[in-house]
């Protein structure tokens, strides 16, 4: 990038000495996954230690084939908990490394970027509006600069910074810039702050617990106890029948086992580790995983105008010269009427630039002036913006010649100060509102008349109007489509806006806005009480002139309304509005460091489209979590039947699983929930159906209950087989192996059936999902495997079945588990007949 400063900044070499002197810009050093944290967890996992103390009595009373494969099983649960794990470190580490900020570096006398912890002492580094100062430093050049240092002073007031090379303006690292832009020559880094020595940190962030992940806490607790309390009965029943302690203690575990559902929080951490890591490779960085919770339950979007539905890049579209009553279109027309208007608007202007209307003209005045008069001149004189309507002024000289004092701001403000009558400024604002009127930006220029020493303030000036310039933030190219996206996925769209009515409304209408002519300003807004602003909020659309406290307001109020509130923004007076919503969702290429640490996602290439990915993803994550629960509880509830009621109701094979059987289905379950769901795509009506309630939990009674059902069913199913095995000889191993099968062969119906609760499993079946095929293949090549290889069926206590007992434990199976199918061919069913009427 062209370097427009007159610093050359550090060479490569003096980079390298710098670092070997001082070192990096890096804070105290992070903490960091280990494999030792993640082993200590592991081995606190309930499920650990119900094998372990299995392990363990069954290497006491000698039957070592059952310790080792439970041994076995312990290594294997740990593996798969410690890979996925690490895989969601991993996503964590990704997104964290990704979330990096930036600073723009002059070195080799090139403007450069630089992630921040690579800044260096001595280096000049730039600064602008909405950035936090990365180190500290003094600054060396500045444009209308001022900083907010309540972070180190708690004062909230910005503290002007201008440059003095008696004694250099300090600037400290964590304090934001409130205004303009400067260069800073960094004299401190890392820990030698003042920030990190007095201890502040402005990474210290709270993570708070989601919703969902205390339910499913709460959910996993509250079964645990049950499963202590099953324990304890199994326990004694069975030691009053035997009065084998070894035993009885090994069938209560066994029913432990059964009941605890630690696949559920695994699942739930997994999903959402997994689910940010995915959005970030699309480009959508999400800060906390837990917001990829709240995606998929979005239902307003608040929108800034600015760079979210414009480009962001102001063009100059319209000049009017008033000498003259010239209105020429940029930048088709013949500008030779225009030269002073262009140069007294550049003159009014920064030297360097930031804002985009000074960057377009600076690009007009390069463009058509023949002659660059600007590196003769020095800014001897500046009024910075101020006043309401504001404005600006700019004293120029060359030499000893007469200065040029240049003049631009708010028509409004430009015209009172001129010395046009009322009539002719009447007539200049009526243009103005009809510039206004197709959506441009309009400032007032005006040329100052010297008459001896400079005033104290700019308004003391004679001015003489010379024009306005029009610029144009086109809207984004197909805007309209991905607005309707957002509208058939049921969400409600209002744009909060800083520029004024007719400018907005212009904008929205071209950009396919409905109802873009319910407009409120912001002043009118925070007039009303709350019911009436309230209201005022779900009628209007648009929401112009808004401030800081009104932005906040508004997301608050909508949040009162049990509305998810997603917003997004780029500037600093985004920041608690941002903060304040579900999801703050911040610009990564043109958003200022405060928005994007106000923010819970940033969009890295300014896309909205991405947002439309981002609500997808969200509800698809949420849909196969919610599918990997119900398929847990649905699975699990056999499992526990099978294993208690023929020890309670003393049937004549009480005890037909054991630990092995049940450790071996738990490894099935494990891996289906928790990484085969996960991999399941998104659902073809997703994006059609409004968001979910946001009190909506699938522990609730009526998603738990069909969870159960199912489960019950398949228990039917399972005790039909057991009663069908007894038909002839009664043989314990028969039973154990008809049983065995049929729970094997319903699971794997289950995991297909289970993959939409709305589709049919032959329209599922269609799904692309490589690690579902792979899970069910692996299960049933290991049923026959149990089944058919010698040693090993002995082990788990199976004989070999004939075509007829593999027919009947699939068609019990079939009869478990299709059934559902019906049950969602109603559904599909009743909602066409809906539709229809």
Not at 86 to 94: E, F, T, V
Not at 162 to 177: I, K
Not at 613 to 626: C, E, F, Q, S, V
Not at 820 to 826: A, Q
């Amino acid at each position: 990038m062209q370097n427009p400063y007159p610093f050359s900044g550090l060479n490569d070499d003096e980079v390298n000495a710098s670092i070997a002197l001082h070192g990096k810009n890096a804070s105290q050093s992070q903490k960091k996954f280990t494999w030792l944290e993640t082993m200590k967890t592991v081995v606190l996992e309930p499920m650990f230690l119900l094998l372990l103390a299995c392990t363990l009595i069954y290497f006491l009373v000698g039957e070592l084939g059952e310790g080792f494969f439970l041994l076995g099983a312990i290594l294997v649960v740990s593996g798969i908990s410690i890979y996925q794990d690490s895989r969601s470190q991993k996503a964590l580490d990704a997104l964290k490394a990704y979330n990096e900020p930036n600073a723009t570096i002059i070195r080799n006398n090139v403007l450069q970027v630089f992630p921040t912890i690579d800044i260096v002492v001595d280096d000049f580094v730039e600064c602008s509006e909405g950035q936090l100062i990365p180190a500290d430093g003094i600054v060396i050049y500045a444009n209308d600069f001022s900083v907010n240092e309540s972070i180190l002073t708690g004062e909230s007031f910005s503290v002007v910074k201008q440059v003095s090379e008696e004694s250099p303006p300090q600037v400290f690292h964590g304090t934001l810039v409130s205004s303009g832009l400067c260069i800073m020559k960094v004299t401190e880094i890392g820990t030698n702050t003042a920030l990190n020595k007095i201890g502040k940190s402005i990474d210290d962030v709270v993570k708070e617990t989601s919703p969902l992940h205390k339910q499913i806490s709460k959910f996993v607790k509250s079964m645990a106890i049950i499963g202590a309390l099953i324990f304890l009965m199994i326990l004694g029943i069975s030691y009053y029948e035997s009065r084998d302690i070894v035993a009885s203690l090994l069938r209560g575990l066994t029913i432990a086992m059964s009941v605890l559902p630690e696949e559920i929080p695994v699942a739930f951490t997994t999903f959402m580790a997994l689910g940010a890591w995915r959005l970030m490779k699309m480009g959508i960085i999400v800060k906390q995983t837990q917001t990829v919770e709240a995606l998929g339950a979005a239902t307003v979007l608040c929108l800034d105008k600015t760079g979210t539905i414009t480009e962001n890049r102001m063009e100059l579209n319209s000049l009017y010269v008033h000498n003259g009553s010239h209105l020429l279109e940029y930048p088709y027309a013949n500008l030779s009427d225009a030269d002073q208007l262009l140069r007294y608007a550049m003159w009014a202007s920064e030297p360097v630039p930031f804002d985009p209307m000074e960057m377009a003209l600076h690009a007009a005045y390069t463009e058509h002036i023949k002659e660059d008069e600007r590196p003769g001149y020095r800014m001897v004189q500046e009024y910075p913006l101020s006043g309401k309507p504001p404005m600006m002024t700019h004293v120029f000289q060359k030499g000893e010649e007469a200065p040029v004092i240049a003049c631009k701001g708010a028509p409004e403000a430009v015209l009172q100060y001129s010395s046009l009558k009322e009539k002719e400024k009447d007539q200049v604002l009526k243009l103005v509102e009809k510039f206004s009127d197709k959506g441009l930006r309009v400032l007032g220029v005006s040329k100052g008349i010297h008459t001896g020493a400079f005033p104290e303030s700019q308004e003391e000036f004679q001015f003489e109007f010379i024009g306005l310039v029009a610029f144009i933030d086109p809207p984004k190219e197909g805007i309209n489509k991905v607005f309707d996206q957002f509208y058939k996925a049921g969400l409600k769209l209002k744009i909060i806006t800083g520029d004024n009515s007719l400018t907005t409304a212009a904008i929205a209408k071209s950009a396919g806005i409905k109802d873009s002519n319910k407009v409120i300003e912001g002043s009118d807004l925070m007039k009303m009480d709350d019911a009436a602003f309230d209201k005022s909020i779900q009628d209007n659309v648009l929401f112009t002139r808004m401030f800081p406290e009104a932005k906040l307001k508004v997301v608050n109020h909508l949040k009162s309304q049990s509305e998810i509130v997603a917003m997004t923004g780029d500037g600093v007076n985004d920041g608690p509005a941002l903060k304040a919503a579900h999801i703050g969702i911040a610009m990564g290429k043109r958003g200022s460091e405060t928005a994007k640490r106000a923010a819970s996602i940033i969009l890295t290439d300014d896309d909205l489209v991405k947002m439309i990915d981002a609500t997808a993803m969200g509800r698809r994550i949420y849909t196969n979590l919610k599918k990997a629960i119900q398929y847990i509880i649905s699975i699990h509830i056999p499992i526990i039947l099978i294993v208690a009621l023929p020890l309670v109701f003393q049937w004549i094979f009480p005890f037909i699983f054991s630990p092995v059987h049940v450790i071996f289905l738990e490894l099935i379950m494990g891996p289906t929930c928790s990484i085969v769901y996960e991999n399941e795509p998104i659902e073809p009506n997703t994006m059609s159906k409004p968001p979910r309630l946001a009190n909506e939990s699938f522990l609730r009674f009526k998603d738990l209950s069909l969870s159960i059902i199912q489960g019950l069913v398949i228990t039917s199913g399972l005790l039909f087989a057991y009663q069908w095995s007894l038909s002839g000889n009664p043989n314990e191993a028969y039973t154990r192996t008809i049983v065995f099968t049929t729970l094997v062969l319903s699971n794997v119906l289950l995991t297909l059936v289970n993959r939409s609760f709305y589709f049919s499993i032959i329209t599922s079946l269609r799904y692309y999902n490589s690690l579902l095929n792979f899970m069910l293949g692996l299960t049933l090549l290991l049923l026959v495997g149990l089944i058919y290889l010698p040693g090993i069926s002995d082990f788990f206590g199976l004989i070999s079945l004939s075509a007829i007992d593999w027919a009947m434990a699939s068609l019990i199976a079939f009869c478990s588990v299709m059934w559902f199918e019906v049950y969602k061919w109603i559904r599909r069913r009743n909602r066409k007949r809906d539709e229809k009427f």
